[in-house]
C-alpha cells in the first residue's frame, strides 16, 4: 500500500514537470509575440503602446522615462514633426536577433539586439542602426506586456 501511494506521488509529480515544461514554452511563444508585434508596430505607436503598461519605464539614449502617458505624447509628438518636416513616413523596417528569454514565475526577461533600418519616402535608405535590448514583461490575467525597456547602441 505505501508503494503504491508513492509510485502515485512520483506520477503525479512527473506529470505536473511535464506539464510545465509545456506552459514555459508557450509562455516563451507568447513574450516572442508581444516582442516581435512592439518591433513591426514602431510606426503606430498607438497600437504598440498596447502592449506597454501604464507604469512602464524606459531607458534610452541616456535617459531615464517613468511617465508612460508623457513618453507616448512625446514620441508621437516627435513623430508626427518627423513627417512633417520630411514630408512623409520613413518606412521602418525592425528586426529582433538573437533573442535570450528567462521567465520567472509571472516575470520574464528578454535580451535581444534590435536592428533598424529606416527607409526615408524620398531618399536613400542608411545602414541598419543596432542596439542590445533588454526587457522585462509582466503576466497579468494572462497577459504579458512590456514593464521595463532599456536599450544601449552596441559599441564599434
Same mark, same amino acid.
Given at each position: 500500500?505505501?508503494?503504491?501511494?508513492?509510485?502515485?506521488?512520483?506520477?503525479?509529480?512527473?506529470?505536473?514537470?511535464?506539464?510545465?515544461?509545456?506552459?514555459?514554452?508557450?509562455?516563451?511563444?507568447?513574450?516572442?509575440?508581444?516582442?516581435?508585434?512592439?518591433?513591426?508596430?514602431?510606426?503606430?505607436?498607438?497600437?504598440? &503602446?498596447?502592449?506597454?503598461?501604464?507604469?512602464?519605464?524606459?531607458?534610452?539614449?541616456?535617459?531615464?522615462?517613468?511617465?508612460?502617458?508623457?513618453?507616448?505624447?512625446?514620441?508621437?509628438?516627435?513623430?508626427?514633426?518627423?513627417?512633417?518636416?520630411?514630408?512623409? &513616413?520613413?518606412?521602418?523596417?525592425?528586426?529582433?536577433?538573437?533573442?535570450?528569454?528567462?521567465?520567472?514565475?509571472?516575470? &520574464?526577461?528578454?535580451?535581444?539586439?534590435?536592428?533598424?533600418? &529606416?527607409?526615408?519616402?524620398?531618399?536613400?535608405?542608411?545602414?541598419?542602426?543596432?542596439?542590445?535590448?533588454?526587457?522585462?514583461?509582466?503576466?497579468?490575467?494572462?497577459?504579458?506586456?512590456?514593464?521595463?525597456?532599456?536599450?544601449?547602441?552596441?559599441?564599434?
Amino acid at each position: 500500500m505505501k508503494s503504491s501511494k508513492i509510485s502515485i506521488r512520483l506520477i503525479i509529480l512527473s506529470q505536473l514537470f511535464i506539464f510545465s515544461s509545456f506552459v514555459q514554452a508557450d509562455d516563451v511563444d507568447d513574450i516572442m509575440n508581444v516582442v516581435q508585434s512592439w518591433a513591426e508596430l514602431e510606426n503606430d505607436l498607438e497600437s504598440q &503602446a498596447k502592449l506597454i503598461r501604464e507604469d512602464r519605464v524606459q531607458i534610452t539614449g541616456s535617459v531615464r522615462q517613468s511617465n508612460q502617458a508623457k513618453n507616448l505624447e512625446v514620441q508621437i509628438a516627435s513623430h508626427n514633426a518627423r513627417v512633417n518636416h520630411e514630408g512623409g &513616413a520613413a518606412e521602418l523596417i525592425v528586426r529582433i536577433e538573437s533573442p535570450l528569454v528567462k521567465i520567472y514565475d509571472n516575470t &520574464a526577461v528578454i535580451s535581444f539586439i534590435r536592428l533598424v533600418n &529606416a527607409i526615408p519616402h524620398d531618399g536613400m535608405p542608411s545602414s541598419p542602426s543596432s542596439a542590445w535590448a533588454t526587457m522585462v514583461l509582466v503576466k497579468e490575467s494572462n497577459e504579458w506586456k512590456i514593464a521595463h525597456h532599456h536599450m544601449s547602441p552596441i559599441g564599434m
